[in-house]
């Protein structure tokens, strides 16, 4: 277990995360992904609500690494502690090896499926509108679409949409789609249980108007958390260097019994499979040709 950090260091974490964040924003990387959300995908449509102005950013990254070094200043004076190096707090976080922990947050793949949640709610909200939002009105202008004409636009929307995520998918690793993909169903998850426990808030709306009782909100929130157990199933396989023998979907469960004893199965491969690398690498410091033992 990784040692605690006292109050001293996680003030020096907290300057070096965001300098590390204020790096990342000036990135030509950033910039292309925030370019990216600004992509039509089709008919002058954005993938998203317009992103604050990259400058903008920088600014308020600057100003929050500032606000964190100086809130390390005020405790290093206020506990008579020796002033650490400017470059040695930015650098802190590398130094204990967390560089590269976590994901990017953003991405064509999770602008698109905002972009795809997005749509369909716009579909929903349509099919229930008014009939008086669809009457052409005097004056200049381009006539309204009707009902059905303005839910095939959005449909056509989220096909296009659908096939560039596919698209976007088939170009990542097996591990980064498989984590993108749960993030997709974890957000699933998240509408279902807000509409189970909240059913006013207007984002349960569209929810209740799809599965129309509790007993299928229940139901398709266990579908997706069968899902969401397969997919970490897959990961640790992936993270454990054993390789999947097939998409979890191949497997047909019948329930979330099926998806646990799925995960187990897994688990116990993993399991078995790091027992046998440590004692290949314990014969090899022995001297012991484990080759030789396979054939």
Known sequence: ??????????????????WRNYQWICSDEYAQDMEDRHILIAEGDYTGRPPVPLQKQKERALQEYKDALEDLRRYERQKHLKHMQEDDIKDFVKAQGHENKGRKRGGRAIAL???????????????????????????????????LQKVRHYERLVEKARAELIDTYSEMSEEDRIWHEMHDLKTDRRQLRLALRDPDNNQSSRIWRQFETAEK?????????????????????????????????????????SAELYRRTLEHMIKEQKKIQKLEEEARKLGIDVSKLKN
Do not use: C, W
């Open 1 to 18: 277990m990784p040692k605690a950090y006292t109050e001293h260091e996680k003030k020096i974490s907290k300057a070096s995360k965001a």
């Open 217 to 257: 909100i229940e139901e398709a929130l266990t579908d997706v958390n069968t899902l969401i157990s397969k997919r970490e199933a897959e990961l640790k396989m992936i993270q454990a260097g054993i390789e999947l023998p097939k998409r979890a979907e191949d497997i047909d469960p019948d329930g979330p019994h």
């Open 113 to 147: 499926q905002k972009y795809i949640r997005r749509i369909e709610r716009q579909i929903e909200e349509t099919k229930e509108a008014p009939e008086s939002d669809f009457v052409r009105k005097d004056g200049r202008g381009r006539p309204p679409m009707s009902r």
